[in-house]
Structure formats: C-alpha cells, structure tokens
C-alpha cells in the first residue's frame, strides 16, 4: 500500500487561534499598499545533476507569497518543526481555496456573512474556522491539465462538524 505524506491528508492539526490569526492577517494585507509589504527578494535555489544552480524568485506582489513569508516567520517563532509547518502552509492553502470554491454554499449555512463594516470581507465563523483547523483531507478533487485527484477538505463534513461545533458554543 502506498505511503501518503501526512501533510497531504490532513493527519497534522492546527490549532483554531492559529488559523484564524493568519486567517485575519490576510484580510490585512488585502487592505495594505503593495508597497508597505515586506519587498525583500525571495527564492529558493535549485541544484542541477550537472552541478549548476537555477534560482527561482518568488513574485513580493503576489499575497500568497506574502502569506507564506507570514506565515513561515510566525511558525519559526514558535519553534515549530519544518515538516508541521509545511503542514500548516498547506492546510492555509487548503483552507483559502475551500473558502472561495464553496462560498455560495458556506454563505446559505450562514458559516461565512459579509462584514458589515468592510465591504470587501467576509466574517468567518469560528466553528467553521476550527472544523478547517483540524480535519483531514477526506474530500477529492480533479486538478491540473489532466485533472488528477487531489485530497481535500469534504464539503459535506466540514459543514456538519462546524454546525456540530457551533452548537457546542452556543449562542
């Protein structure tokens, strides 16, 4: 039986303070001039079999590589090791994309509102945010030119842990 890395399925927790917290630090940068973001150059170096080095610069004006700068500082503060931060990057990743596929659905369970102070946000809630934070991947989806099966967040689940975990906060 093939081995999955644990990161691609969801098996690494995070911890809902934690994803809310980047979550609200993206929302902040949408709403920062480009040229307030953090413009140092970022890459990483690829070593060919024949020796050379390529090296790949990540885009300062892209927000998912902001995040990801964020993020992997955030992380490294906390001392946390290498392969749990790949996890978290890729579950915030995960989290972001589920976000904008299911809105409309997340919108009709009243799991995400619009913020009524800022036009361009939306106010996510904690359940939802704590069913995202821990969850496995269970859900598939096709992605890529030959539309291969990628784990995910299942839609279904997620909704009825945060209704289950919204029901155990109360009003």
């Known amino acids: 039986m093939e081995q999955i890395d644990p990161m691609l399925t969801g098996e690494i927790p995070w911890s809902a303070d934690e994803l809310g917290a980047v979550l609200d630090h993206a929302v902040s940068l949408h709403h920062t ?11 990483v170096n690829l070593l060919n ?3 050379s080095v390529d090296r790949i610069r990540f885009n300062p004006d892209m927000i998912e590589n902001q995040m990801m700068d964020y993020l992997i500082s955030r992380l490294r503060k906390q001392g946390v090791s290498q ?5 978290h990057g ?9 976000l904008n596929e299911h ?12 913020d009524p102070d800022d036009a361009d ?13 821990t969850a496995r991947y ?34």
């Not at 890729?90 to 589920?98: I, N, Y």
């Not at 809105?103 to 619009?114: F, G, N």
């Not at 890529?144 to 279904?156: C, Q």
């Open 138 to 171: 269970d859900g598939v989806k096709l992605q890529g030119p030959k539309r291969e099966p990628v784990r995910t967040f299942h839609l279904e689940r997620i909704i009825e842990e945060a209704r289950r975990l919204g029901a155990e906060e109360g009003p």
């Open 90 to 98: 890729w579950r915030f990743m995960e989290t972001m994309a589920f």
């Open 103 to 114: 809105s409309k659905r997340l919108r009709q369970e009243a799991l995400i509102v619009d």
């Open 83 to 87: 392969p749990v931060m790949m996890s």
């Open 121 to 133: 946000a939306l106010m996510i809630s904690e359940s939802l945010i704590a069913a995202l934070a």
């Open 49 to 51: 079999d024949d020796g």
């Open 33 to 43: 001039p480009h040229d307030d973001w953090n413009r140092q150059e970022k890459g």
